[in-house]
């Protein structure tokens, strides 16, 4: 263990104002001193550096240390986000409303923010519970905030929280305010430096909840079909009450909740993963779903701003892949109707279904870079979505994805057809037959050390491929010098002669590199076996 640890160890233990985290790191160091080296290396990982503020705010395992989520942490980062909206604005009585989901220490998390804000003379409302993160994102152009901040670590495993901050826009943050943030965050080296009010924050009633519910109720038609059975699953986050109050006002009479996930749970422990695209994760809902014969299956992840969907293929239940999901809605908004100088988006590693989808009917399309950060941002937009689940369809109420306003969507498209005798399946043929069949995959290489993502990286560079499963490599685009147009980020984008696209690309909440891949072929048959070559020698490209 080196002086250096123990002294920053030290001096943690004496300004953390909590002592679940003092007594936690206390034990460390006591350990770490009696050579234990597993101790000393924990002990090291705790103060690598400050949790990195990004454009997805902050997210990484609870615990105690500068590397870890923690009230330090938090209050330091709640001054320093207070700093710069007063600095931006010109005024001290910043406005930020805040929400928090069920995980470990949001709550808590959520009222130090609150604190922090009222004593540098800004105002902080809390919403009252609680609440999905499509509610939060709402609140904030509804009550006419300055920013956002939403306590979730989404669908990261149990241990993890994270703190993700939205503008006045509504939209999350990009670059250079996640730099500025950061650099303010670095002038309050401690939580001490920070001063904290207690009490003087407003906590907001149901009131602000119905509006949101009345809200997301309209993405639907009043007089659209509802005969549709449902299953749904919160997969133990907070979305079962806003889905079923938004369902049943909605006019959604038939819907089950898979009662062993409904309740917020923190250790989430039916599932080894709360994220709805983890093979296991909706098995619950699915067994219930062959059991009430149900129609749908929706399922939400923690914070419910993704939905994922699953249908009945010849007699077994198969879950939709995003991108279907993606296609499925946009089929269905075209057919409704887009107004004037509307704009469909999707994300560079998501299918170019859409934006054929979106040609055909006159409809613009644009590409971003990964995230809702960047598809809210898209001028006019009627309609984003994300592979990863992620859609929004009611841009100028939740500018960020938003799993409560498609499920209604999805509900009332699957009872559309139900009248018509026809099924997902049918439209998802039918786009098909009229822009090619578009099949998608992807893969994660997990890592345990973040360095290895960056020596992949640097091998696909220096060792270019010529071919890829017997077709030329016809293009190769490197994100990072913002090949293809878009503003620089890490990845690396292949195209092949047959128009199959390869992305590489870090994620940018876990410690993995992702892998996407797309063909366009005449049919199932040939497609899957395209797009299994291609996933093969992709495979042993990224080997670790």
Known sequence: MSASDLAQARAWIADDPDAQTRAELENIVATAESADDAAAEELADRFAGLLEFGTAGLRGALGAGPNRMNRVVVIRTAAGLT??????????DVTVVIGYDARHNSDVFARDTAAVIVAAGGRAMILPRPLPTPVLAFMIRHLGADAG???TASH???QDNGYKVYLGDGSQIVAPADAQISAAIGRFPTAASVERADDGWQTLDDDVVQDYIDSVCRVVRADG?????????????????????????????????????????PAFPTVAFPNPEEPGAIDHALALAQTAGA??????????????????????????RGDE????????????????????????????????????????????????????????????????????????Q???????????????????????????????????????????????????????????????????????????????????KSDGGLPPTEGLRYFLADDTRVIVRPSGTEPKLKVYLEVIAADA???????SAVRADFERLTRI
Not at 295 to 313: E, K, T
Not at 526 to 531: C, M, V
């Open 325 to 396: 999901v993606g296609a499925l809605l946009g089929a269905y908004l075209l057919r409704r109707g887009i107004p004037a100088g509307g704009v469909f988006a999707n994300s560079i590693v998501s299918s170019r279904l859409l934006s054929r989808m979106a040609a055909a009917a006159g409809v613009a399309h644009a590409e971003t870079l990964t995230g809702f950060k960047w598809i809210s941002r898209v001028p006019d937009l009627t309609y984003g979505y994300e592979e990863a689940l992620g859609y929004c369809t009611d841009p100028g």
């Open 83 to 92: 700093a710069y909206l007063q600095q931006q604005t010109g005024r001290r």
């Open 156 to 158: 990261n495993p149990p």
């Open 149 to 151: 901040v939403m306590v």
């Open 525 to 531: 048959a040939s497609g899957a076996a395209r797009l």
């Open 398 to 480: 939740v500018r960020d994805k938003d799993g409560i306003s498609a499920a209604l969507l999805v509900a009332e498209f699957a009872a559309e057809l139900k009248t018509g005798g026809r099924t997902f399946d049918d439209v998802l043929g039918d786009l098909a037959a009229e822009h090619g069949l578009h099949l998608t995959d992807s893969f994660s290489v997990r890592v345990a050390d973040l360095a290895l993502i960056g020596q992949i990286m640097s091998r696909l560079r220096d060792a270019q491929p010529e071919s890829v499963a017997g077709q030329r490599v016809s293009r190769i685009d490197d994100l990072a």
């Open 225 to 265: 079909p509802r005969e549709v059975s449902i299953v749904h699953t919160a997969l133990h986050g907070v979305g079962t009450e806003i889905v079923r109050k938004a369902f049943a006002q909605a006019g959604f009479r038939d819907i089950q909740s898979v009662a062993d996930q409904a309740d917020p749970d």
């Open 295 to 320: 129609d749908l299956v929706i399922a939400n992840d923690p914070d419910a701003d993704r939905c994922a969907v699953a249908i009945r293929r010849e007699g077994d239940w198969t879950m939709l």
